[in-house]
């Protein structure tokens, strides 16, 4: 017996031209719609970071300056305050405040990309620049990689002040540059697996 090709199998109610959505599918649109666009409340964290980076930028390009016009004031100008104490630790701080900046940076623009849209001069001009995060596990490595680098170099400026009273002080200085090598031995075996 030859198969209808209208069988009630295949047959399937069309909406006619002036019904409307079922109320549910149209709630169900809106409510998607809102979830949809809540990923925009990551705004809230993209542009105070972007905006905390700034003031950090601002700060540590400051202390550079005032170590440039302490230096000048000393050996131009005769001036009476030594420096030479100060002015390592000064610019080691100045350097972290900068790691701190571009970790608040790299946050921001991270949760961005992730959340909202891709930076497309970014993708464009550089696929492997530290913006351009294809996952939220890739940008919290990127964060921890700078943040364990601003951690030595606060490590280095403690270790310039460090005056040794005992020589189990140096051991256990010897000790901490020896983690910390292994540490970045180790960052470094993990940036090359990438």
């Known amino acids: 017996m030859p198969t209808d090709p209208t069988s009630q199998d295949e ?13 549910q ?6 409510l998607e719609r809102f979830l949809w666009n809540s990923r925009f409340l990551v705004m809230m964290a993209v542009v105070p970071s972007l905006l905390g980076a700034v ?4 700060i540590g390009t400051i202390d550079i300056f005032k170590v440039l016009i302490d230096t000048v ?27 701190i900046a571009i970790v608040l940076l790299i946050f921001g ?9 891709p930076i497309e001069q970014a993708e464009d001009h550089a696929p492997h620049h530290p913006f351009n995060v294809k996952s939220f596990d890739q940008l919290k490595d990127k964060i921890a990689r700078v943040v364990i680098l601003a951690v030595i170099i606060e490590f280095f400026r403690a270790v ?7 020589p189990l002080d140096a051991i256990y200085l010897a000790l901490s540059v020896l983690a ?15």
């Open 109 to 117: 623009l991270g949760v961005y990309r992730l959340f909202v849209s």
């Open 11 to 23: 047959i399937r109610p069309t909406p006619t031209a002036g019904s409307s959505p079922s109320p």
């Open 160 to 166: 310039v002040d460090i005056r040794f009273q005992t």
């Open 73 to 99: 004031a000393y050996y131009l100008l005769g001036g009476v305050d030594d420096i030479h104490d100060s002015v390592v630790p000064n610019i080691i701080m100045a350097i972290d405040i900068y790691l």
């Open 180 to 194: 910390l090598a292994a540490a970045l031995y180790l960052m470094s075996l993990a940036q090359h697996k990438e």
């Open 55 to 58: 003031v950090l930028f601002t």
């Open 25 to 30: 599918g149209r709630t169900e649109r809106l």
